[in-house]
């Protein structure tokens, strides 16, 4: 059983929109700060819309911020991307982390490379075309 899936991902037209989906299983989302995060080729991952169901903080990063939204319902996460642009051409991937650490979701994302997540997806293209 993988614990995370994520789906959604696909071809689009610059301006147009996507929703990725991640499904948990094993385990109760609510539990854990969920991440998305993308790595486009020759680049190291980032961390892209982070969120936690405790307190309903959101985190974007500045190069999604008014375009993307990340949401959950039960023990799925979503990302909604509009506005798709070329530069958004990437696998996705969403992370879970345990919320009782208290990490704040700010760090989940900025803080990629230095925290060991306790849950990866397998992640799911997204290109855009110009």
């Known amino acids: 059983q993988v614990p995370l899936v994520e789906s959604g991902g696909g071809l689009v037209q610059s301006g147009g929109s996507l929703r990725l989906s991640c499904v948990a299983s094993?385990?109760?989302?609510?539990?854990?700060?969920i991440g998305w995060f993308r790595q486009a080729p020759g680049k190291e991952r980032e961390g892209v819309s982070c969120?936690?169901?405790?307190?309903?903080s959101t985190y974007y990063a500045d190069s999604v911020k008014g375009r993307f939204t990340i949401s959950r319902d039960k023990n799925t996460a979503y990302l909604q991307m509009s506005s798709l642009k070329p530069e958004d051409t990437a696998v996705y991937y969403c992370?879970?982390?345990?919320?009782?650490?208290?990490?704040?979701?700010?760090?989940?994302?900025?803080?990629?490379?230095?925290?060991?997540?306790?849950?990866w997806g397998q992640g799911t293209q997204v290109t855009v075309s110009s």
């Open positions: 992370g879970a982390f345990a919320a009782s650490t208290g990490l704040a979701v700010q760090a989940l994302c900025t803080m990629t490379s230095m925290i060991t997540y306790d849950y």
């Open positions: 094993g385990f109760t989302l609510d539990d854990y700060l």
């Open positions: 969120g936690s169901s405790s307190d309903g």
